[in-house]
């Protein structure tokens, strides 16, 4: 069973930056097609942020379109989200993604205004 572990959340001020990683470890198969990102911040259902192919192409909820970078190395079995210019309505636990239901533990992004 592969396991995605999730680093790279913390505090940061409106505008900021963080960069999200999410390593793939264990029984990883190469038909991880499609990775992702989801976030769920307190009190609201779990939402869809980003999504990417095995082959580098992205795709973006609105919300964070313009702002949000996801990417994927896979030679290091990593997907990343670079996040810009943050704002405090990005406040949430971030959870790396495989469809149909693998999870990472998650990492908290706070943005503070």
């Known amino acids: 069973q592969v396991q995605l572990v999730e680093s790279g959340g913390g505090l940061v001020q409106a505008g900021g930056s963080l960069r999200l990683s999410c390593a793939a470890s264990g029984r990883i198969i190469s038909s991880m097609n499609i990775m992702g990102w989801y976030r769920q911040a307190p009190g609201k259902q779990r939402e869809w942020v980003a999504t990417?192919?095995?082959?580098?192409?992205?795709d973006y909820a609105n919300s964070v379109k313009g702002r949000f970078t996801i990417s994927r190395d896979n030679a290091k079995n990593t997907v990343y989200l670079q996040m810009n210019n943050l704002q405090p309505e990005d406040t949430a636990v971030y959870y790396c993604?495989?469809?149909?239901?693998?999870w990472g533990q998650g990492t908290r992004v706070t943005v503070s205004s």
């Open positions: 990417v192919t095995r082959l580098n192409e992205p």
């Open positions: 993604w495989n469809p149909p239901s693998t």
